[in-house]
C-alpha cells in the first residue's frame, strides 16, 4: 500500500489534474511526498520555500528545494521570513507562511498535514484548550489552504517516498522537547500505538466525525438564535428552555460575533451568564476586553471599542421603502402600518436617522415633552439596540421612533383617508 498516499489524495478531491496548486516545501518527508503526488495527478504544480534562518541547516534545506524543483521541472519561489522575537515561534511561522502563500497565488496552496499531525494536533488541543473544539483537529479544507495528505499517516508517508526513491530532509525540530508538538510527537504518540496500532487513525476519523456533527449543531444553533431575532440582543426568557449546550452554543456565538472571531465559552461562563438576572443591569468580565451585558431581561457582548456605529440618515419617499442598517422602513397608503401618521403634517419625504443625545419628542398620549434617553429606559430599550433604531423626522421634529411612540403633533385624526401607514422591520443584517 506504499501508494496510499496518492489514492487518498486523488479521492479526496483537493488535488485536480490541470488545476494550480502551489505546495508549501519544507524538504522534509511529508512536503516532498505531496510535491510528487500533486504531480501524478497532474495538477499544475508550483512550490514555496520560506528560509527563516532559524537552524544551521537551513541553507541547506533551501538548497535541496531548489535542486529537487529543478529536477522536477516545477516552478520554485524561495522567500526569507524574519520572525518578531518572543511569542510562540512555530506560531508564528506557520502565520507568516500562509500570508507568504495567499500572496503568492491566487489559487489553492496545500501543506502536506498528515493523519499523525492530526492526532498530534487534537492531543495537544485537548490537553491546552477545554471544549469541543479541541477535538475538531484541522480542516481539510480552510479557504484557499488545502491539506491533502489528512488520511495518510506519518508511516504511510515514509513508505511512499522509499517506494519512489525520493530523498528528503529531516527537521530536528521535530523531535525538540523544547517544543510541547514535539513531546507529543516523541511521547504521548508511541504510548498510544503501544495500545493500538491505529491510534492515530482513530483520532484522526474521531475528529473527522466531530467536525461533521459540529456542522449540524452550528446550524442548530442559528435557528436557535434566528427565533430569537438574531441578536445581538436576545431575552435571557428565550435562553432559559434551551439544553445547555445549546444555550452556550447560542452565546458562543453571540459572544464571537461581538469579538470578531473565535471566542471559547466555557460551560462555567455560559451559566453565569445566563444566571446574570432580570432585574437591573449586571455584566461579566469575560476577558479579553469582552463583557457579557444583561440588563432590562436581555443579555448582550460587548468588546471595549467594539460599539457598533450607528447607521447613515437615509431619506424615505412617500410612498416608499429604504434599508437603515438592519431594518427595513416602509411608507404607504392604504396599507397596514405599525403606526399611521398624517400625511398633511408630514408632507411627501422623512429623514431617516440614528437618535442623538438631546432628543426630544412628544409622545402620543403622554401630554408633554420627553427626552428619547427617557422614552428608552421607561420602553427598556437595551443599550445596544438604541443606537440602531429607526428614528423618523420632519424638518428636525421626530415623527416616530420605531417601536417606541409616536409623536402627537404628526397623529391622524379618527377618519384620516389620507392617513400615512409607517412600518419597520428588522432584517437581521
Not at 487513525?201 to 461533521?212: G, H, M, P, V
Not at 461579566?284 to 443579555?299: I, K, P, Q, S
Request: with cysteine; proline share 6%.
Amino acid at each position: 500500500m506504499s501508494d496510499r498516499p496518492l489514492e487518498c489524495a486523488r479521492e479526496g478531491g483537493l488535488v485536480e489534474p490541470g488545476r494550480p496548486l502551489l505546495v508549501l516545501l519544507s524538504g522534509g518527508g511529508d512536503s516532498v511526498c505531496l510535491l510528487d503526488v500533486a504531480m501524478r495527478i497532474g495538477a499544475q504544480v508550483s512550490a514555496l520555500h520560506v528560509n527563516y534562518g532559524l537552524r544551521p541547516t537551513a541553507d541547506g534545506d533551501e538548497e535541496f528545494c531548489r535542486r529537487l524543483c529543478e529536477r522536477l521541472g516545477v516552478p520554485l519561489t524561495v522567500e526569507r521570513a524574519e520572525l518578531p522575537p518572543g511569542g510562540n515561534l512555530q506560531a508564528e511561522a506557520r502565520e507568516a507562511r500562509y500570508a507568504l502563500a495567499a500572496a503568492a497565488t491566487t489559487g489553492d496552496f496545500a501543506t502536506a498535514h498528515t493523519a499523525s499531525d492530526q492526532a498530534e494536533t487534537v492531543l495537544y488541543r485537548l490537553a491546552v484548550s477545554p471544549g469541543s473544539r479541541a477535538l475538531l483537529g484541522m480542516d481539510a479544507r480552510r479557504g484557499r489552504l488545502v491539506r491533502p495528505l489528512l488520511d495518510v499517516t506519518r508511516e504511510e508517508v515514509r513508505a511512499y517516498l522509499r517506494a519512489r526513491y525520493l530523498q528528503w530532509r529531516e527537521d530536528p525540530s521535530n523531535a525538540d522537547s523544547r517544543f510541547a508538538r514535539a513531546r507529543v510527537r516523541t511521547e504521548v504518540l508511541p504510548a498510544l500505538r503501544h495500545l493500538s496500532e491505529r491510534a492515530e487513525f482513530t483520532i484522526a476519523e474521531t475528529a473527522r466525525q466531530l467536525r461533521e456533527e459540529a456542522e449540524v449543531l452550528d446550524i442548530t444553533a442559528a435557528d436557535a438564535l434566528a427565533a430569537m431575532g438574531g441578536g445581538p440582543v436576545v431575552p435571557l426568557e428565550s435562553l432559559e428552555p434551551l439544553p445547555a449546550a445549546l444555550r452556550r452554543l447560542v452565546l458562543r456565538r453571540l459572544a464571537e460575533e461581538a469579538a470578531g472571531g473565535r471566542r471559547p465559552l466555557s460551560r462555567r461562563e455560559a451559566e453565569e451568564i445566563a444566571a446574570l438576572g432580570r432585574q437591573g443591569s449586571k455584566s461579566l468580565d469575560l476577558g479579553g476586553g469582552l463583557r457579557a451585558v444583561a440588563e432590562y431581561g436581555t443579555v448582550r457582548f460587548v468588546q471595549d471599542g467594539g460599539e457598533p456605529r450607528a447607521p447613515d440618515p437615509v431619506e424615505l419617499l412617500v410612498p416608499g421603502t429604504v434599508h437603515f442598517g438592519e431594518w427595513e422602513v416602509e411608507a404607504a397608503f392604504d396599507a397596514p402600518g405599525e403606526v399611521t401618521v398624517s400625511a398633511a403634517a408630514v408632507g411627501p419625504r422623512l429623514l431617516v436617522r440614528a437618535w442623538r443625545e438631546g432628543d426630544q419628542m412628544r409622545p402620543l398620549g403622554l401630554g408633554g415633552t420627553k427626552s428619547l434617553q427617557d422614552l428608552f429606559t421607561d420602553r427598556k430599550i437595551p443599550r445596544a439596540l438604541r443606537g440602531g433604531l429607526p428614528v423618523l423626522e420632519v424638518g428636525g421634529a421626530i415623527v416616530w421612533v420605531a417601536g417606541v411612540a409616536v409623536d402627537e403633533r404628526f397623529a391622524t385624526d379618527e377618519g384620516d383617508e389620507n392617513a400615512i401607514a409607517l412600518s419597520a422591520r428588522s432584517t437581521g443584517a
